[in-house]
């Protein structure tokens, strides 16, 4: 079994796309399952007739604003690969659940505007990619637009996060006249007319729309004399910077990806599938596959040491015909098996997998087995939060997943007494999800918890789930802060009566946080209490 597991391990393919709001990243999720022939026409988020849509948007609040809330998990097989493909949300106000979910991956796909290039979202989920080790492949989406210049933007990759774009394909066509793209090196299988990995030749992929723009892009292959008669100077001009890039060593390499120093990067339009066969193949033939992690003391779980995963996400009501709760589950090590017992590390509870799902948006089938780098969906596993681990035979449990830094802050005011019992009994199912922090401080009292959020639409989703799914209407109070510390029991109760500060205890892990309205009173309250415990938390925004 166990040189099967690692077979199995080898085929797996992990990995996120990240990118600022409305850079098209629901789009090429779709577009990428289209490929992998997970589904048979794709729709965009403001698409038309039966096109309503993306189907990893499974929300209604996404669907009617066109934009990703949470993630989704899509797996597929693509040549003989399993891809597991997770999409995030885009919106800043929701980059929390984004934190998350690249604990849970292998690599990323860094998707960019080629119109507006590097922006204040992408930047701070790379750092986060870069702090986990996550290699990333940059995809130039949008290159049938208007766009900057394709070597400026090669220069603003490397120059304001510092590492090194090495493209894999290059424009022939100045952005918004898109003509196809010259293969800089061999990768994928030939499928669609285009060629099959090895030694490259001159000459450049050709794409074609296809009507509608649903079904996949025609690519054809035009050798140097082809591209040529058909694109002359526009082809020309794109061999000559090609030729460049390779002067200044930006050419492709493996090891330098790995290590995390350079970034494979292609450039393409999701929205009529132009470039995205090579992006999966790329990622294909060069993502990493699943490798042992590390528990929480350091030590290498292996991939042969039986089950263990961790949970990443928990959601509650994606079925609104069931009303259940699904965790989202990791698979770090070992075979899992339907049915099979497994202990939760930080309760020792143990728990059976019964009811077992895969993920394709919204859409669910039972999974009878699952490998290292897969996701399962465990339905009503009410007993598991995010960050729990879960295991069968060796014991062992992963690191606890990160809080981030919230940047606002609002007192959760219910109107109806009555309903107090689902009221707390929604507050702790979102709590435990990780949709909010939910927060609690001696001024207010139980009645009153305190959310606080990296964005203030959390604050309208928390609002409007618990009206959808526990009937409980509420309204949210903001308050003047906009920033956390850590800080310790003793540094609580010395700051309990500081002005323009409130003290907050989390229940979710006990910790004690500290709001401030500014970067300036952190100052203040430094000078003014010294030796004081006062920690920054992860991605933290001002100061």
Same mark, same amino acid.
């Given at each position: ?12 393919? %992990? ?96 998707? @960019? ?19 986990? +080790?996550?290699?990333?492949? #940059? ?29 894999? %394909? ?32 001159? =000459? $450049? ?7 509608? /723009? ?13 591209? $040529?008669?058909?694109? =002359? !100077? ?25 290590? =995390? ?77 339907? /049915? $099979? ?41 009410? =007993? ?25 802050? /609002? ?5 109806? %007494? ?37 964005? !203030? @639409? ?16 509420? #309204? ?8 956390? +510390? ?12 500081? !002005? ?16 401030? !309205? ?5 100052? #203040? ?11 920054? @938390? ?6």
């Amino acid at each position: 079994m166990s040189s099967h597991i690692a077979a199995e391990a080898a085929r797996r393919r %992990t990995f996120a796309v990240i990118s600022h709001p409305d850079a098209g990243k629901s789009t090429i999720t779709e577009a990428l399952a289209l490929y992998g022939r997970a589904i048979s026409s794709a729709g965009a988020v403001h698409g038309k007739g039966d096109r309503k849509g993306v189907v990893s948007d499974w929300m209604s609040m996404e669907q009617d604003r066109g934009i990703s809330i949470t993630s989704a998990a899509l797996q597929f097989e693509y040549r003989d690969c399993v891809v597991n493909l997770l999409d995030t949300p885009g919106h800043a106000d929701f980059s929390e659940d984004t934190y998350r979910v690249l604990t849970a991956v292998d690599a990323a796909v860094m998707l @960019l505007d080629a119109a507006k290039g590097l922006e204040p979202q992408t930047l701070k989920l790379f750092e986060v990619c870069r702090a986990r +080790r996550i290699p990333v492949i #940059t995809f130039i989406n949008k290159w049938d637009r208007p766009a900057k210049d394709a070597l400026e933007l090669i220069e603003e990759i490397e120059t304001r996060i510092g590492i090194k774009p090495t493209p894999v %394909t290059w424009p022939v066509g100045v952005g918004g006249e898109f003509r196809g793209v010259i293969e800089r090196v061999g990768f994928g299988e030939e499928s669609d007319g285009r060629r099959a990995a090895g030694p490259q030749v001159p =000459g $450049m992929v050709r794409y074609e729309r296809s009507p509608g /723009g649903q079904q996949l892009a025609v690519a054809e292959f035009l050798d140097e004399a082809a591209a $040529m008669a058909e694109f =002359g !100077p526009d082809y020309e001009r794109a061999q000559e910077e090609s030729e460049l890039l390779s002067e200044v060593e930006a050419d492709f390499d493996p090891k330098t990806f790995e290590a =995390g120093h350079t970034t494979p990067t292609l450039f393409g339009a999701a929205l009529v599938h132009f470039g995205v066969g090579q992006l999966l193949d790329l990622l294909v033939d060069i993502a990493p596959s699943p490798f042992s992690r590390e528990d929480a003391k350091g030590e290498p779980r292996d991939l042969e040491d039986g089950f263990s995963g961790f949970v990443f996400k928990s959601q509650a009501n994606m079925n609104a015909s069931h009303r259940d709760q699904l965790a989202f589950i990791r698979v770090c090590s070992g075979h899992f098996e339907r /049915g $099979m017992q497994v202990t939760q590390a930080q309760g020792k509870r143990t728990m059976s997998t019964k009811y077992a799902q895969t993920l394709f948006g919204s859409a669910r089938d039972t999974v009878d087995e699952a490998w290292p780098g897969d996701i399962v969906g465990l339905v009503n596993a009410t =007993g598991l939060s995010v960050g729990d681990t879960i295991y069968s035979g060796k014991s062992v449990e992963y690191p606890p997943l990160p809080a981030f830094a919230p940047e606002h802050f /609002g007192a959760l005011q219910m109107h109806d %007494t009555s309903k107090a019992k689902r009221f707390r009994r929604g507050i702790a199912q979102l709590d435990a999800e990780g949709v909010v922090q939910v927060l609690y401080s001696e001024r207010r009292g139980e009645a009153t918890p305190v959310l606080a959020a990296v964005g !203030p @639409l959390q604050f309208e989703v928390t609002v409007a789930r618990l009206q959808a799914e526990f009937d409980v209407p509420a #309204t949210i109070d903001n308050l003047p802060y906009q920033l956390a +510390r850590l800080t310790d029991a003793e540094g609580a109760a010395r700051l309990r009566t500081a !002005p323009g500060v409130e003290i907050f205890s989390r229940p979710r892990d006990g910790a004690y946080l500290v709001a401030l !309205p500014n970067k300036y009173r952190i100052q #203040t309250i430094v000078n003014d209490y010294p030796g004081l415990v006062l920690e920054p @938390l992860l991605a933290g925004g001002q100061g």
